[in-house]
């Protein structure tokens, strides 16, 4: 797990190539297995592998969704607040847990947070909900890009990680 941290980044731009029917089956088994607060299950999924949607989450909000255009694959994370208090924690731990999956399978990914973010007058979440036809009252705070990388970024090196975040047993600011 610790390798695939070192090696993860945020890819923006992607080969033309589909990812396989497998390994979007093997995302989707990882979201399903991500831990929910209490077990309540606010989150709901949408695998978008269509490029007209995929063209259109291009523009969900002003700046950070472009990369979108050139995706093969996206998984739409939403959640209904009313079941959890906690659904943003649960979409998160889904994202990231989705995130590392797409990386074990030779997948690379950015998300895109559209959580209090606008589109033309209504909110980027409202804007992916309706695009995917989720039922109103259902948030989207984010979406998240998936595919083969058309470019290399290596892993952020241990020595630009910011130690001094890390304390133990109390903060020492």
Known sequence: MLELLRQRR???????RSVEPEKIEQLCEALLRSPTSRDLQPCQFVVVDDAQLLQR???????GTAFFAGAPLAVVIAAD???SDVWIEDCSIAA???QLAGEELGLKSCWAQ???RLHDG???SEYVRELV???VGTEVPMVIAFGYPDEEKAGHPRASLLDEKIHRNKFSG
């Open 96 to 98: 990231i847990i989705v």
């Open 114 to 116: 559209l959580r209090l």
């Open 81 to 83: 607040p009313t079941v």
């Open 122 to 124: 209504e909110t980027a």
């Open 133 to 135: 036809g989720l039922p």
């Open 10 to 16: 945020s890819v923006r731009k992607f080969h033309n």
């Open 57 to 63: 989450f291009a523009s969900a909000k002003a700046h």
